[in-house]
C-alpha cells in the first residue's frame, strides 16, 4: 500500500487520517511518511548492494533533522552544500566519515568547519577551491580527502534550470582543466585526490545520460591512475527519478544494471547522493481552499493557502504535481499529466493558485478536479524533496509546519512559524 492513499472517501498517510493531522496543524502542513523515506532508501540500497554502495542523502531536498535522523540510524551518509547543511547533518547525528561536501562556492570558513568535523570528502568544482581546500588544511595541519567534480558535458536531458553537467553550467571541472589538476596534484600538500564526481542534473528519466558520463570519466579515470593518483571512488551523485504523474518511471535497477559495470571496471568503491528519490514521494503538502472565484471569461482559481512561498517547484521550473482533494469521493485518476487534466463530467477545470503577489504564484493551471468549497482541504502530492527546504517567508507569510508520520502516529518536526519569528533578528531602529 502507498504511503498516502485514499480510503473510505479520505486520504491517509500510513495509518493516519490527513484530516485528523490538519485539525490538529491547521494548513498548509507538509505531512511525511517515515516508512515511504525508509523503503525508498532502502530500495536504492539493494539496487546498489553488489557494489556495497555509499549513500549519502542530499540534505537539500529535505533537510529536516528528524527526517535525516531517520536516514542517519539507517546508516546513511550525507551530501551537504553548505555550512549550515553540515550543521544538520551532523546535528541529525551523521557520521562525519560519511559526509561529502559539494558546492561551487564553499568559503574558507566553511572548509575549515568541515575540516575540524572531519568529513569524508569533499568534491571539488575549481582550482581555486582545491587551492584554498589546501591552504586551510595547511592551516589545520590535516589532509583533506577530494574528489574532483567533473562536468563532462553530457545533456541531463531535464529542465534547463536543473541541468548541472552542461559545459555551460557553472558546475564542475571541465576534462582539460582537470587533467592540468591532476598534473600539478603533487603541489597540493594537504590534499589527496582519491575521487571523481559527477552530478548531471535532477531529475534524470534514463540511465543514459550517467552512462555517457562515466564512458568519458572511465578515460579520465585511466589518465589519472597514468599520473600515480590512486582513485578509489567514484561519486555517481543524484538525480534519480520519481514519478510526479503517476505514470511509470524508471527504478533503481535500471540505473544500477547500467551503472555498475562501470564502477567494477574503474575498480572504485561507489558513492551516491540521491535526495528527490528518498524523499520526494515520502511527502505532500495540505492546504486551504480559501475562495473559489471566477472571472467573466469563464476562468475558473480556486485560491488556496499555500502558495509559492512554500512549494516553490511550480512557479520556478513549471513542475507538475498531482492535486487532488483530501476528502473526496471521486478516485484520483491512476496517472494524470497536464494533457489528461481535460474538463470531465462533474469535474471542474480550475487554476489552482496561491494568494502571493506573483503572477507566477500557480500551483496547477487548468486543471480537473473535483469542486471544492471553501475551506475544504487539497493535498498536493510529491512534495517531500525541495518543498519545504526551498520554502521563504515572502510576503511576509510564516514557513508551514511540518508532520512526520509513523505508523498510526505523527508528530510535529518543525513548529508553523509565528509572526514573532518573521522579525526575530530585526532591529527597530
Ligand atoms: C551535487 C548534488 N548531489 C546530489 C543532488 C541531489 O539530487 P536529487 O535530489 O535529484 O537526487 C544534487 C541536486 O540536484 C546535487 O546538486
Ligand atoms: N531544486 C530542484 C532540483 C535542483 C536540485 C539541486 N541541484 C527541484 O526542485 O527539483
Given at each position: 500500500m502507498d504511503a498516502f492513499h485514499y480510503d473510505g472517501n479520505t486520504l491517509y498517510c500510513e495509518r493516519v487520517k490527513i484530516k485528523d493531522i490538519v485539525s490538529e496543524t491547521g494548513t498548509p502542513v507538509y505531512i511525511y511518511s517515515k516508512n515511504a523515506i525508509l523503503t525508498r532508501f532502502n530500495e536504492l540500497k539493494t539496487a546498489f548492494q553488489e557494489v556495497d554502495a555509499t549513500i549519502c542523502f542530499s540534505v537539500k531536498s529535505n533537510s529536516n533533522l528528524s527526517v535525516c535522523k531517520i536516514l542517519a540510524d539507517e546508516g546513511s551518509g550525507f551530501d551537504v552544500v553548505s555550512g549550515g547543511e553540515l550543521f544538520r547533518a551532523l546535528k541529525a547525528g551523521g557520521k562525519p566519515s560519511k559526509i561529502v561536501f559539494a558546492g561551487v562556492g564553499k568559503t574558507d570558513k566553511e572548509i575549515q568547519y568541515a575540516l575540524e568535523n572531519d568529513i569524508f570528502m569533499f568534491n571539488v568544482e575549481s582550482i581555486a577551491e582545491i587551492e584554498h581546500i589546501n591552504a586551510a588544511a595547511c592551516r589545520a595541519g590535516k589532509t583533506a580527502k577530494v574528489a574532483l567534480r567533473i562536468n563532462?558535458?553530457?545533456?541531463?536531458?531535464?529542465?534547463a534550470k536543473t541541468?548541472?553537467?552542461?559545459?555551460?553550467?557553472?558546475?564542475g571541472i571541465d576534462l582539460i582543466v582537470a587533467e592540468t589538476i591532476i598534473e600539478k596534484a603533487?603541489?597540493?600538500?594537504?590534499?589527496?585526490?582519491?575521487g571523481i564526481h559527477v552530478h548531471l542534473g535532477s531529475?534524470?528519466?534514463?540511465a543514459d545520460p550517467y552512462v555517457n558520463a562515466l564512458k568519458k570519466i572511465t578515460m579520465f579515470m585511466e589518465k589519472c591512475r597514468n599520473a600515480g593518483i590512486n582513485i578509489q571512488y567514484l561519486n555517481i551523485g543524484g538525480g534519480y527519478c520519481i514519478s510526479y504523474t503517476g505514470e511509470k518511471v524508471i527504478e533503481p535497477k535500471d540505473y544500477s544494471t547500467q551503472i555498475l559495470p562501470f564502477a567494477k571496471e574503474m575498480k572504485c568503491r561507489v558513492i551516491m547522493e540521491p535526495g528527490r528519490f528518498i524523499t520526494g514521494n515520502s511527502g505532500i503538502l495540505v492546504t486551504s481552499v480559501i475562495y473559489n472565484k471566477q472571472n467573466s471569461h469563464g476562468k475558473k482559481f480556486v485560491i488556496c493557502d499555500a502558495a509559492m512561498n512554500d512549494l516553490l517547484r511550480p512557479a520556478l521550473y513549471d513542475a507538475f504535481h498531482r492535486i487532488w482533494p483530501v476528502n473526496t469521493s471521486v478516485a484520483m485518476p491512476d496517472v494524470e499529466t497536464p494533457d489528461t487534466s481535460v474538463a470531465k463530467q462533474g469535474m471542474d477545470l480550475v487554476d489552482i493558485v496561491g494568494?502571493?503577489?506573483?503572477?507566477?504564484?500557480?500551483?496547477?493551471?487548468d486543471r480537473a478536479i473535483p469542486p471544492v468549497n471553501e475551506g475544504d482541504l487539497l493535498a498536493i502530492f510529491s512534495?517531500?524533496?525541495y518543498g519545504f527546504t526551498m520554502s521563504s517567508s515572502y510576503n511576509s507569510r510564516p514557513r508551514s509546519c511540518e508532520i512526520l508520520v509513523d505508523r498510526d502516529k505523527y508528530i510535529v518536526i518543525r513548529k508553523r512559524e509565528t509572526y514573532e519569528d518573521l522579525i526575530a533578528g530585526e532591529e527597530l531602529v
Open positions: 563532462p558535458d553530457i545533456d541531463a536531458k531535464t529542465h541541468t548541472t553537467g552542461k559545459k555551460e553550467n557553472k558546475f603533487k603541489a597540493y600538500t594537504n590534499v589527496t585526490i582519491c531529475p534524470i528519466y534514463s494568494p502571493v503577489c506573483e503572477s507566477s504564484d500557480v500551483f496547477a493551471k512534495a517531500g524533496a
